[in-house]
C-alpha cells in the first residue's frame, strides 16, 4: 500500500457534494498534480484533506501513516506529517512570522512547554531560517512582520513555501501555489520545493494552470472534473491539456494564466 | 512581541496567585462602615485632625450619594460585611527578611523580590490595608525623588501632601471615590522634582489575603516640571466565595513639560469588586499616560481620565480588558480637553470569553477654549464565542471650534480561518486561540516593560486555558 492513500473520499460543503469518490496514492518520493477547470473540487480536496471545518466528508477514508486522518483534528494532521501550503494564506495581526514559525516547528516536535529537549535552541532555529530564507530570495525584514499582514501576493506564497521548508512534511499539499505569482517567484517558489523532493516527501500540487507544472516537474498528472478524476497518467497528461484545455470534459477554459506584472 | 513563555498547564490562578495564607493580624476593626470605624483608623494611624474630618465628612458624602445606576451591577455589594480595615505587621519593612513570614512568603511566591533584584528602581508591597515593605534605590532618593506610602507621606511630608491631596479627585466625585476618602489607607506617594527622570520603573504590589477585606489605597503622584516617572501596579487575591472591594483612588498631577506613565496589570481574584477612580492634570505640554490591563475581578469600572488643563498637553489611554466567566469588565477612560492645542487618544482592546462581559465606556469633552484640539478614540472588541458579550458607550460632548475627533469601533470573533490556518502548522487549537488574542492585544502588551509582556500573555495563556477562578 501507498504511503499517502485517498480512498473513495467523498465532501461536500453546505449540503452540496463536491468531491464525489476521489482515489489517489501518492508514495513518498512522487510529485503528483491535480488539474481541474473551475468548481471541478479542488479546493475542496485540499481543505478536506487538511481538516477544514467548513467541508463535511461524507464518506470514504484518507490513510497516512497507518491512521484514517479524517478522524484528526488538522493540527493533529500536521503534527502526523502534512502539510498545506494555502491559496489564500490568513492573516494573523499581532504575531510575528518568527514567533508563529518557531510555536509550529516546536509543536511539529511535539513541544508541550514540558520536554525542554525538544524545544527548537534559538541558533538551530537561526541558522535553519537564514538558508531557508536565501533559497526564496527572501531578506530578514520579512520575520518581525505579522503574518501574512501586508505580504504582497508573491510573499505570501514564498512565506508558505518557508513554512513547510522549516516544517518538513512528508506530505505537501500546494494548493494553486503559482496563483497570483510572477514569473520570478514562481522559479523562486518551484526551486525551493524541487530543493525537498526527495524520498522523504510527497508533493500534491493542485492547479488550474500547466504553468507551475513546468518548473516542477510532476510524475503523475490527474484530471479533476465534476468531483471525479476523469483522466490520470504520466506528465503527458499535462502536455495534452496545454493543448486542448478541459474541452473535451465540456469546460472551454483558458489554460494560460493572465500574466502577472 | 515578546515571545510567550510556556508554561506548566498545571499551574492555574489558584496555585500561583489565589492562595492565602492564615489570618495573623495586628489590628483588625469590625465588620462594617460608621463613623467610629473610621475615627478608629484615623486613631489608629495618629493623623492630624483635619485628616479625621476629612474623613468624617467623606463618610456623609458616601452615605448621601446612590450607588451608580449606569454601569455593571453592584447591588450585590454588602457594604456591612466588609472588614475596612486590617493590619498585618505593626511595622513597614526596608528589608524582606525583616516581614512577618508569611507575608514574606506571600511576596516571594508573587515574584515581587526577584522583580526588584531585576529590573525596579523602588518597590511598594501593600498587604491589606498598609504598605508593608519599601525600597527606593539610594541615588533616586539623592536627587529628591519621593516614593513612600501614602500614610508615611502624610507624616513625612505635611505640606506637600496637603497642597495637592484630594484636589485631583475630591470626595464628592463619585460613591467610591467618597468610600476611599473615609476609610482610605496606603497606597503610594511619589515625588519626582523639576527636570529628574526617573528612567527604570517603580512598582507597587497590592495583595489582599483576607476574606471579605476592603482595600482602599489612594495613590498621590505629583511630576514636577520637566521630570518623568513610570509607576507600575500589579494586584492579586486568594479565590474565596464571598466577595471583597477594592476601591482605590489615584490622583497625580503631571506639571509642565512632565511625562508621567501609569502601568496597571489588575488580577484580581474573580471574588473582587473593583471600582478604581484615576484621574490625572496635565499641564503645558505635559504627557499622561495610562496603560492599563484589567484581567481579574468579578466587575471593574474603572475610567482613567486626562484633564488637560494647559496648551499642548496630552493624554493617552491604552487599555485591554478580558473577561472570563461570570466576569464584567466596565472599562474605558475620560479626556476632558479645557486648553488649546491638547490632544488625546484612547485606545481600547477587549477579548469576551465563556460568557463575560466587556463595555467600552468613554467620554470626550472639549471645553469652548480648547480649540485645535484633536481627539481620538479606537475600541475593538473580540468574542470568543457566542455567549459572551462585548457593548460600546461613547460620549462626546465638543464645545469648541477646529477641533478634530475621531471614532473606530469593532468587534470581531475568533475566525474558523485563522484557526484553521494556524492549527494546519501542527499548532492546538487552544495555543491557535491564545495566539490569536496576543495577537489582538499586542498593541498594548508592546508598550509594556519586557518583563511584563511576558507576564501578561503568561496570564492570557491561563485565562484561555480556562483554569482561572
Redesign the interface.
Known amino acids: 500500500m501507498a504511503d499517502f492513500e485517498i480512498r473513495d473520499l467523498r465532501a461536500s460543503v453546505e449540503g452540496k457534494e463536491i468531491l464525489k469518490g476521489v482515489t489517489l496514492a501518492i508514495n513518498k518520493g512522487e510529485v503528483h498534480a491535480v488539474m481541474g477547470p473551475n468548481g471541478s473540487g479542488k479546493s475542496t480536496l485540499s481543505h478536506t484533506l487538511m481538516g477544514h471545518p467548513g467541508y463535511t466528508v461524507d464518506g470514504g477514508s484518507v490513510i497516512f501513516k497507518g491512521q484514517n486522518v479524517l478522524a484528526l483534528q488538522p493540527d493533529e494532521r500536521a503534527r502526523l506529517g502534512m502539510f498545506l501550503a494555502f491559496q489564500y494564506p490568513v492573516v494573523v495581526p499581532g504575531i510575528s512570522m518568527t514567533n508563529f514559525l518557531r510555536t509550529a516547528l516546536n509543536a511539529k516536535r511535539g513541544y508541550d512547554g514540558k520536554d525542554k529537549s525538544k524545544q527548537v535552541t534559538p541558533k538551530e532555529f537561526r541558522s535553519l531560517l537564514k538558508g531557508e530564507l536565501e533559497v526564496l530570495h527572501m531578506d530578514d525584514s520579512f520575520l518581525p512582520r505579522y503574518i501574512n499582514d501586508g505580504f504582497s501576493g508573491g510573499e505570501k506564497k514564498r512565506a508558505e513555501i518557508l513554512q513547510m521548508a522549516i516544517l518538513k512534511p512528508e506530505i505537501a499539499i500546494l494548493d494553486e501555489t503559482d496563483s497570483g505569482l510572477d514569473i520570478d517567484s514562481i522559479k523562486f517558489v518551484a526551486e525551493a520545493v524541487n530543493r525537498m523532493r526527495g524520498p522523504e516527501l510527497g508533493v500534491l500540487i493542485i492547479t488550474h494552470y500547466t504553468r507551475i507544472l513546468e518548473f516542477i516537474k510532476p510524475d503523475y498528472v490527474h484530471v479533476l472534473v465534476d468531483g471525479k478524476f476523469v483522466l490520470s497518467g504520466g506528465p503527458e497528461v499535462a502536455e495534452r491539456l496545454e493543448k486542448t484545455g478541459y474541452s473535451e470534459w465540456g469546460h472551454a477554459e483558458e489554460l494560460k494564466p493572465e500574466e502577472v506584472a | ?1 515578546a ?2 513563555p ?4 498545571g499551574t492555574d490562578y489558584k496555585e500561583k496567585y489565589g492562595f492565602f495564607v492564615p489570618e495573623e493580624y495586628v489590628f483588625k476593626a469590625k465588620r462594617g462602615l460608621n463613623p467610629d470605624i473610621v475615627k478608629e483608623i484615623s486613631w489608629m494611624k495618629q493623623e492630624p485632625e483635619w485628616m479625621t474630618k476629612f474623613r468624617l465628612r467623606s463618610l456623609e458624602i458616601f452615605r448621601k450619594k446612590p450607588m451608580p445606576n449606569w454601569g455593571a451591577d453592584l447591588s450585590v455589594i454588602d457594604f456591612e460585611n466588609i472588614f475596612y480595615y486590617l493590619k498585618a505587621s505593626d511595622k513597614q519593612s526596608k528589608s524582606w527578611e525583616d516581614l512577618p513570614p508569611d507575608i514574606k512568603a506571600t511576596y516571594d511566591r508573587l515574584g515581587v523580590p526577584e522583580a526588584e533584584r531585576k529590573f525596579l528602581a523602588g518597590v511598594s508591597a501593600q498587604y491589606e490595608s498598609e504598605v508593608v515593605y519599601h525600597s527606593l534605590q539610594e541615588e533616586l532618593t539623592k536627587k529628591g525623588v519621593i516614593f513612600t506610602d501614602t500614610d508615611s507621606a502624610l507624616r513625612d511630608h505635611p505640606e506637600l501632601f496637603k497642597e495637592y491631596f484630594g484636589t485631583v479627585i475630591p470626595p464628592a466625585d463619585n460613591k467610591f471615590s467618597a468610600l476611599n476618602s473615609a476609610v482610605w489607607s496606603g497606597g503610594s506617594f511619589i515625588y519626582v522634582p523639576k527636570g529628574v527622570r526617573v528612567d527604570i520603573p517603580l512598582q507597587a504590589y497590592f495583595r489582599i489575603n483576607a476574606e471579605n477585606m476592603g482595600q482602599f489605597e489612594r495613590t498621590l503622584i505629583i511630576c514636577d516640571e520637566g521630570s518623568f516617572v513610570h509607576y507600575i501596579e500589579g494586584c492579586t487575591a486568594p479565590i474565596y466565595t464571598t466577595d471583597s472591594l477594592h476601591s482605590a483612588v489615584v490622583e497625580i498631577i503631571v506639571k509642565k513639560g512632565a511625562r508621567c506613565r501609569y502601568t496597571t496589570i489588575q488580577n484580581w481574584s474573580t471574588n473582587v469588586f473593583n471600582l478604581v477612580t484615576k484621574r490625572a492634570m496635565a499641564y503645558a505640554d505635559a504627557t499622561m499616560e495610562w496603560v492599563d490591563g484589567n484581567l481579574g475581578s468579578q466587575i471593574t469600572m474603572k475610567y482613567p481620565s486626562v484633564y488637560l488643563m494647559e496648551p499642548g498637553a496630552k493624554g493617552d489611554v491604552l487599555s485591554v480588558a478580558f473577561a472570563g466567566k461570570g466576569q464584567h469588565q466596565d472599562a474605558g477612560g475620560k479626556m476632558i480637553h479645557v486648553a488649546p492645542n491638547t490632544t488625546s487618544t484612547i485606545t481600547s482592546k477587549s477579548i469576551s470569553k465563556a460568557g463575560g462581559r466587556t463595555s467600552y465606556r468613554g467620554h470626550i469633552k472639549i471645553y469652548p477654549d480648547a480649540k485645535n484640539s484633536k481627539s481620538f478614540v479606537k475600541c475593538d472588541a473580540l468574542l470568543l464565542d457566542d455567549e459572551s458579550r462585548s457593548d460600546t458607550y461613547p460620549y462626546n460632548d465638543v464645545d469648541a471650534e477646529n477641533v478634530t475627533l475621531g471614532h473606530e469601533a469593532t468587534v470581531s470573533k475568533v ?4 484557526l ?10 487552544n ?2 486561540e491564545t ?2 488574542v ?6 498594548f502588551t508592546k508598550e509594556l516593560p519586557l518583563e511584563y509582556a511576558v507576564e501578561l500573555n503568561r496570564l492570557i495563556q491561563l485565562e484561555m486555558e480556562g483554569s482561572v477562578g
Open positions: 512581541m515571545t510567550v510556556k508554561v506548566d498547564v475566525s474558523d480561518e485563522q484553521f490556518y494556524l492549527m494546519s502548522r501542527g499548532i492546538t487549537r495555543e491557535a495566539m490569536i496576543n495577537g489582538f492585544i499586542e498593541p
